[in-house]
Structure formats: C-alpha cells, structure tokens
C-alpha cells in the first residue's frame, strides 16, 4: 500500500503538469499579445476547449508568478534571464513543492528533474529530427537548382521554381524566402532565412546569395554543394547503419531470446525432467 500511495504521489504532480503545460505556454503566448483573457473555455466557447475563462484568467495571473520563482533561481545561478527557462525552472520548483507537501521530500527531487528534463529531450529530440530531413533532402534540392540554373533560369526564376518541387522542410523555407521577396526584400536578403535550417544548407545558402548579390555563376558551385551534400548524406546513412546493431540489442535480449528459450529450451527441460521422473 505505500508503495501505491508512493506512485501516486509521484504520478499525480507530473499529470497536473502535463495537463497545465499547453496552457501555461499559451497563457503566456497570450499575454505577450496583451490578451490575458483569450483563454479556450468548456462546451467549444474558445479555440481548444481546454479550460474555463476563469481558470485561464487564474492561470495568467499565476504566470508571472511562476515565471519570477524561476527567474530568481537562474539569477542564483549565474544564468542569464530566459522566458521560457524561466518559465520551466518555475513549473519544476512548483513541483518539488506539490511533490514534498503531498508524498515526501525524497520524491520532489526526482519529480523536478523529470519535469525539468522531458521539455529538453522533446526539444533535442525535434532538434535532430529536423536535421536530418534537412541533410536527407539537401542533395535533391541542389540537383534541382543545378536543373533550373542548366535551363537557364535566373536566379529569381530558379528560387521560385524550386520551392514547387523541393522536398521538405527546405520547401517552407524557400517559399518563405519568396515571400519576403514579394513584400520587397531583396532576394540575398530573403535567402537569409536558409540559415535557420543549420550548417548543412549554409554552402547553398552562400552559393544563393553569391548569385543573387554580386552575379557570381553558380553552376560550379552548385557542383561542389551537390557533391559534399552527398558525401554528408552517406556520412550520415553509414552512421545510422553502424548504429542499428547497437539498437536491436534491446529486442533481441528482452523479446527474441526469451520467445527462442520458452518455445525451444523450456519444452526440452520439461520432457527431460518427466523423463527422469519416470
């Protein structure tokens, strides 16, 4: 029975932060647009139907509360103000306090650190996910450049037929950049925002850029973009095929031995022992 009551103990503070987290983020999203009373209510009154407008009005005025207890701490902690740290290291010591005044001092620790480290891992997880649709669809889209810049295209013309057929996620990035074109910037402007996507799109990005600016061709170094991008991408696919032993040693030990000992080994002891028996 205490150990049931210790789960729960540690259970229960975690889903009322799961459960508060998407609208403290959009409590605070609002706030910022100066509208601290935008909040979803029940029966489709609002946009998500998650809370009441009154338990949303609580929430945002608990906000800056919770966001000051985690501004304090990063102070004490040498580290620079962060709205969104601020906001995590504040939920995190709420918590340890739920977490210590409910079950025990000992389970606010472990409560903390994981309310502290599942935004950093979902984060780091989108992160690498990112990059690698970013280098899986980079060498396709330099050939695709390389396509638009032999049919003689400008570079104009070749960013704009491109951003129709690129792969993702560098198609949003160019069809933003277009946009920015079209509300006046100038192409080696916009073609800034390729960098968002990390260093892997920074040669392209350079070799846009260089063309857009100052006219440099940029057939050969469409070249030498497209044959690194490749050598990046089976970089990375040898990587991923050295890690796939290592991954499947967790099926193989916890699934497959055991399935292969119970239908092959288990029925070889029993007949063995029946046998002795007799």
């Given at each position: ?6 789960l729960a103990g540690v259970l229960a503070p975690l889903a009322v932060v799961a459960g508060l987290a998407p609208s403290l983020g959009l409590a605070r999203r609002e706030l910022r647009r100066g509208r601290p009373g935008a909040f979803p209510g029940r029966g489709g009154s ?174 050969s170094a469409l070249e030498r973009v497209a044959a690194d991008a490749r050598v990046l991408r089976r970089r990375r696919a040898e990587e991923d095929a050295r890690r796939l032993p290592v991954q499947l040693l967790f099926p193989l030990v916890l699934c497959v031995l055991p ?20």
């Amino acid at each position: 029975m205490s150990t049931l009551a210790l789960l729960a103990g540690v259970l229960a503070p975690l889903a009322v932060v799961a459960g508060l987290a998407p609208s403290l983020g959009l409590a605070r999203r609002e706030l910022r647009r100066g509208r601290p009373g935008a909040f979803p209510g029940r029966g489709g009154s609002g946009r998500h139907g998650l809370v009441s407008p009154r338990v949303g009005r609580s929430w945002a005025a608990a906000l800056p509360l919770v966001e000051g207890v985690g501004r304090r701490v990063r102070r004490l902690a040498g580290r620079p103000g962060d709205a969104p740290g601020d906001l995590r290291i504040g939920t995190a010591v709420l918590v340890a306090l739920v977490s210590a005044a409910l079950v025990s001092p000992v389970v606010a620790v472990p409560a903390a650190a994981v309310v502290w480290a599942v935004p950093s891992m979902r984060a780091r997880s989108r992160r690498l996910a990112q990059e690698r649709a970013v280098r899986t669809a980079l060498p396709d889209t330099v050939d695709l450049f390389r396509l638009a810049v032999g049919a003689g295209l400008s570079v104009h013309q070749a960013v704009d037929a491109v951003a129709a057929h690129a792969p993702a996620p560098i198609d949003a990035t160019l069809a933003e950049a277009r946009r920015r074109v079209e509300l006046g910037d100038r192409l080696g402007d916009a073609l800034d925002v390729l960098d968002q996507l990390g260093d892997p799109v920074g040669p392209l990005a350079a070799a846009l850029r260089g063309a857009a600016r100052y006219g440099s061709p940029l057939g050969s170094a469409l070249e030498r973009v497209a044959a690194d991008a490749r050598v990046l991408r089976r970089r990375r696919a040898e990587e991923d095929a050295r890690r796939l032993p290592v991954q499947l040693l967790f099926p193989l030990v916890l699934c497959v031995l055991p399935a292969f000992g119970l239908l092959a080994v288990v029925p070889l002891l029993l007949a063995s022992l029946h046998s002795l028996q007799l």
